[in-house]
T-cell receptor
Framework: AQSVTQLDSQVPVFEEAPVELRCNYSSSVSVYLFWYVQYPNQGLQLLLKYLSGSTLVKGINGFEAEFNKSQTSFHLRKPSVHISDTAEYFCAVSARGYSTLTFGKGTMLLVSP | GAGVSQSPRYKVAKRGQDVALRCDPISGHVSLFWYQQALGQGPEFLTYFQNEAQLDKSGLPSDRFFAERPEGSVSTLKIQRTQQEDSAVYLC?????????????FGSGTRLTVV
């Protein structure tokens, strides 16, 4: 079985500041890793995913994440946030050879002017 | 269609009422997933279909929950005798082939409120 831990339930940050949202996972087999964003009353939108290869993954809206196998982490970063980045962010894992996604509890990113 | 469509968008049910939630996946996507998202929580897996076959229903919380996909396209999640703890957003996702590296596309969800 897989599990995902998002260490921060809320991250407040000022506009144009950098941000890091932390994600750690647990799995006995190799995994695929995902970050999704959810705006109020909407579904989940894929930000980026790690399948294999380069451990630094670039996604939409200026976000990037780095896969660290030894630390079983997949932290999400953005060098300069905008007000419009205010949303809930979910880290998710899918074990290789299995189909289902397992999500963390989410981190609410609150960007203020 | 262009995306995953779920209906209704909102549903209010009286406790004890039966409800049916519909998911229209992306045309040609063989895999379909249902998730339950309680308020302030991450989505939790309910069940998974490959075409019309329900391959995993380990996440269904009780025998009041039932899902089907009879023709391998549209899926319906049915909840019998709804309880207050069933209040949540129910998300549907589809994938071209089994998720994982093939990705998942989510619908906007159905928000169920049981009163």
């Amino acid at each position: 079985a897989q599990s995902v831990t998002q260490l921060d339930s809320q991250v407040p940050v000022f506009e144009e500041a950098p941000v890091e949202l932390r994600c750690n996972y647990s799995s006995s087999v190799s995994v695929y890793l995902f970050w999704y964003v959810q705006y109020p009353n909407q579904g989940l939108q894929l930000l980026l995913k790690y399948l294999s290869g380069s451990t630094l993954v670039k996604g939409i809206n200026g976000f990037e994440a780095e896969f660290n196998k030894s630390q079983t982490s997949f932290h999400l970063r953005k060098p300069s946030v905008h007000i419009s980045d205010t949303a809930e962010y979910f880290c998710a894992v899918s074990a290789r050879g299995y189909s289902t996604l397992t999500f963390g509890k989410g981190t609410m990113l609150l960007v203020s002017p | 269609g262009a995306g995953v469509s779920q209906s209704p968008r909102y549903k209010v049910a009286k406790r004890g009422q039966d409800v049916a939630l519909r998911c229209d996946p992306i045309s040609g996507h063989v895999s379909l997933f249902w998730y339950q998202q309680a308020l302030g929580q991450g989505p939790e897996f309910l069940t998974y279909f490959q075409n019309e076959a329900q391959l995993d229903k380990s996440g269904l919380p009780s025998d009041r929950f039932f899902a089907e996909r009879p023709e391998g396209s549209v899926s319906t999640l049915k909840i019998q005798r709804t309880q207050q703890e069933d209040s949540a957003v129910y998300l549907c996702a589809s994938s071209p082939a089994g998720g994982g590296p093939y990705g998942y596309t989510f619908g906007s969800g159905t928000r169920l409120t049981v009163v």
